[in-house]
Every structure is written in structure tokens, then in C-alpha cells.
């Protein structure tokens, strides 16, 4: 109900903001040509929204100034949003969208977001921009986000996902520091070793967070068809990735109990940030954006040394070094009244200036990554607990591995699939009933959408 809502109040917004479009192309015409198209002052005002625990006002500013600097006449008003998760923030811009809000340049934390929203019109295309600038995708940015012939966002940070690890709980149980050799079935091991204590006071060994990833570990290393729909709108739920990646999560969980249920993560609204700094867990697969944290933040410092581990493979005789790197995405509505001050933001943000916030690894290929890792860790409160060695191993031995381009309807794939995998969690069917009931809603799915 609330989709179809929402289906119909996104396209009213939609072609009110066209008439405003058609009603203000002095305005815009003017602005391609560099001319004034806010008044008497010339300023015109971009805004972009983003999670605010991703980019906050005090990391933004630096970049804000540097930006307006380069151009006159163009204000950036950053609008940081305050819900908790990704997925909260996204609902909450389509509610925006719907609504009539002003949106200019907005962030989308994955190809999921990004590819069902490119589908339904709400962002606008940029290959013109790109044309007329002149320069090629590839030789610019590490992910692609050509979706449908076409690109509709550029890519932001670029996260390479590893494992974290508390050097000490390693230390403690007489564990070394893994290399690309090892295995889910060695993760496992390590995690029911790392784990102590019971009751209110246990330690879990690991963790896995709420995310729709979370439930495809098995899929993270594999370099060809990784995803359950692939692009050919092929059911991929006989990989032998899936069926490792529910047996993951079975064995931590239910069996050897060295893994926070899920029961207790969704009913607690469970977060990793806390869990991790707050030594609840030992070790977690996550992404490269915690490079930046795992030193210590104000909000989390850090009372332990973090070591980095690869992405386990699933069996010994599998290829080593393979792991899912991801990006998010930066996009302009396209009822924006201020498309091409709201491009050339984006594309000096997702350049130069992610690379001078000196907080994550980018997207873009220029940048110096020995020289950003180094200002990352040392921006952090207690860098000497950033263990950059074991770093650097990983970032050198991984290969990354990127997800296919997403499905329009890659939201409902994945909520049919944890619909059946959080029956498996929850004890009320097993392994091969998940992949059957899954599979057989994946491919009614896939018929109601050919």
C-alpha cells in the first residue's frame, strides 16, 4: 500500500517539478552559460542531503568553503539527516521527493537505492553533463553506475569490505592475525574460540548487522554471477554461495551460539559501532569506511587495537583474495530546479572533495591512496591503535569484486529472500526449505516482472 502511495505522490511531484522546470528555463539557461540565476545577489542554492553520520557539518564545511571558492555564485547548503540507518535516510528522501520538497544533490548508500529510484525517474540522467565536460567515465571513477544505458549518479566513497578484529580477544585466545588463506569454516573456528562469558555479560565472537548483505556472505568473495536474480533475470539460488552463506549464519548463531542471535539484534535494534568499540563482539566483516573510525572518534574512542583480516572464501580450493567493494551514490533529483550548479557540485565532491575530507577511501581513480590512509588513520583520536600493517596486507592482496548492475525491483528480491532466511534464523524451517520457498518467490518475482 504505502509503495503504490508513494508511486502516485512521486509522480505528481514529478510533473510539478517539470512545469517548474519548463517555467524557470531562463533561469536554468542562464545558469549553463554561467550567468546569475538567483536574483539580484547572483547566488543560486544547492542542497544536499546526506546521513548524517556519514558527512556532518564540521567535515563538510572545509569542503563547502573550497568549493564556493571555485565558484562564485553557487551556495551549498548541506542538510545532514539524523535517522539512524541507510535505509531510514532513503525512505525519508523519497518521502521528501513526494512531497514536493526541494532536492538537489542527494547520496544513496547502495545500487539497490540507486537503481530503483533511477527506474522510477526521480533522478536525472547526466550523461549530457559528462559529455560536455568531456572525460571518460572509466578513467575517472573504480565504480560504475551506468544503469540502463545510462548514468544517473557518480560514485562516492569506495569501500572495500575485510574483517576487524580486537588484537587483544586474538591475543587472549592464542590466535594469529588471518591471511587470504583462510576459510568460513576457519572464521567460524575463530569465532567460537573469541567467544566467553555468558548471560548479560557473554562476549560473542561475531557479529552480523541487520543489512540484506549479511545475509549473502558466502556470495561476498565470488567473482562471477554473485547476486540470487541475475541480470539475465536468472534465479542464481542453487549457487553453492548461498547455501554457505545460510550454513554461516546457522553454525555462529543456533548451534555454536558464538554469533549474537538475530532474534536478540532485531528485537534490541542492534547497531555494530557500539557493540565492536564497547567490546561486546571480537570480530566483524564490514567495510573500508571504519578505516577512519576503528583509531577512535568522539563518539567511539577506542580502547583496543584493531587488526584487518580478507574476506574468508569458502572452501580451501577457491581462488583467494576476492571481496565485495561497494560505493555510494550521489545523484540530482530530477525535478531540481539548479541541475547544473547541483552537477558541478557533485562532481567536485566526489573528486577533490572527498579526497581533501581526508575520512574515507574514494571512488575517484586519482586520488593517492598511500597518502589519504595515512591522513585517515592519523586524523583518528588514538591512530597507534590502528594496525596499518595488517591494512595494508589486506588492500594489497584483495581483488575487488563488484555486485552486477541492480534490478529495478533489486529491493523486493532481497526482501523475498530475507523473508525466508529470517525463518531459517528464527528456528522455524531449515536450511534447504529456505532456499526452496526462497527460490520459488524469487521466481514468481522475476514473471511478474518480465
Not at 547520496?107 to 547526466?126: F, I, K, T, V, W
Not at 530530477?334 to 547541483?342: L, N
Request: aromatic share 10%; hydrophobic share 35%; glycine share 8%.
Amino acid at each position: 500500500m504505502w509503495k503504490k502511495t508513494f508511486a502516485v505522490a512521486l509522480t505528481a511531484a514529478v510533473a510539478a517539478g517539470t512545469v517548474a522546470a519548463c517555467g524557470s528555463g531562463g533561469d536554468e539557461q542562464k545558469a549553463a552559460q554561467g550567468g546569475d540565476a538567483g536574483g539580484a545577489k547572483g547566488n543560486v542554492t544547492v542542497r544536499f542531503h546526506a546521513q548524517n553520520v556519514t558527512f556532518d557539518k564540521t567535515m563538510m564545511a572545509p569542503v563547502i568553503a573550497k568549493f564556493e571558492e571555485k565558484h562564485p555564485g553557487i551556495k551549498i547548503d548541506f542538510v545532514g539527516m539524523t535517522e539512524p540507518t541507510s535505509d531510514e535516510v532513503t525512505k525519508k528522501i523519497d518521502l521528501l521527493a513526494a512531497s514536493g520538497e526541494p532536492l538537489d544533490v542527494f547520496l544513496l548508500a547502495d545500487a539497490r537505492s540507486y537503481s530503483q529510484r533511477a527506474a522510477n525517474g526521480m533522478l536525472e540522467p547526466l550523461d549530457k553533463y559528462i559529455e560536455k565536460e568531456g572525460f571518460k567515465f572509466a578513467d575517472e571513477y573504480k565504480t560504475d553506475t551506468k544503469w540502463n544505458g545510462s548514468y544517473y549518479a557518480l560514485p562516492g566513497t569506495f569501500n572495500q569490505w575485510f574483517v576487524i578484529m580486537n588484537k587483544n580477544h586474538l591475543d587472549e585466545a592464542g590466535l594469529k592475525v588471518p591471511t587470504v588463506d583462510w576459510t568460513w569454516d576457519d572464521y567460524l573456528d575463530y569465532a567460537k574460540k573469541l567467544t566467553k562469558g555468558e548471560g548479560a555479560s557473554k562476549r560473542y565472537g561475531t557479529y552480523y548487522h541487520s543489512w540484506a548483505d549479511y545475509f549473502l556472505l558466502g556470495m561476498w568473495n565470488q567473482p562471477g554471477k554473485n547476486d540470487i536474480v541475475w541480470t539475465d533475470k536468472t534465479v542464481n539460488m542453487d549457487h553453492p554461495g548461498v547455501r554457505k552463506s545460510l550454513d554461516i549464519r546457522q553454525r555462529s548463531e543456533m548451534i555454536d551460539k558464538s554469533a549474537i542471535p538475530y532474534a536478540d539484534s532485531i528485537s534490541q535494534k542492534l547497531t555494530y559501532r557500539p557493540l565492536y568499540f564497547n567490546q561486546n563482539i571480537s570480530m566483524m566483516a564490514i567495510g573500508s569506511w571504519m578505516i577512519g573510525e576503528v583509531g577512535g572518534t568522539d563518539q567511539f574512542p577506542a580502547t583496543f587495537k584493531t587488526v584487518f583480516a580478507p574476506i574468508p572464501r569458502n572452501e580451501k580450493s577457491d581462488p583467494t583474495g576476492h571481496a565485495m567493494s561497494s560505493s555510494n551514490y550521489l545523484a540530482i533529483a530530477s525535478t531540481s530546479k539548479h541541475k547544473e550548479e547541483a552537477y558541478k557540485f557533485m562532481r567536485f565532491f566526489s573528486t577533490e572533495g572527498l579526497a581533501m575530507m581526508q575520512k574515507y577511501t574514494t571512488s575517484w581513480k586519482k586520488e593517492d591512496t598511500g597518502k589519504l590512509l595515512d591522513a585517515i588513520i592519523g586524523a583518528t583520536k588514538t591512530p597507534q591503535n590502528v594496525d596499518k600493517e595488517s591494512l595494508l596486507y589486506v588492500l594489497n592482496n584483495t581483488k575487488p569484486v563488484t555486485l552486477p548492475p541492480a534490478l529495478p525491483y533489486q529491493a523486493e528480491v532481497y526482501k523475498a529472500y530475507q523473508e525466508e532466511v529470517e525463518k531459517m534464523l528464527l528456528g522455524q524451517q531449515d536450511i534447504d526449505k529456505t532456499i526452496a520457498a526462497a527460490k520459488d518467490k524469487l521466481q514468481k518475482l522475476v514473471n511478474a516482472n518480465k
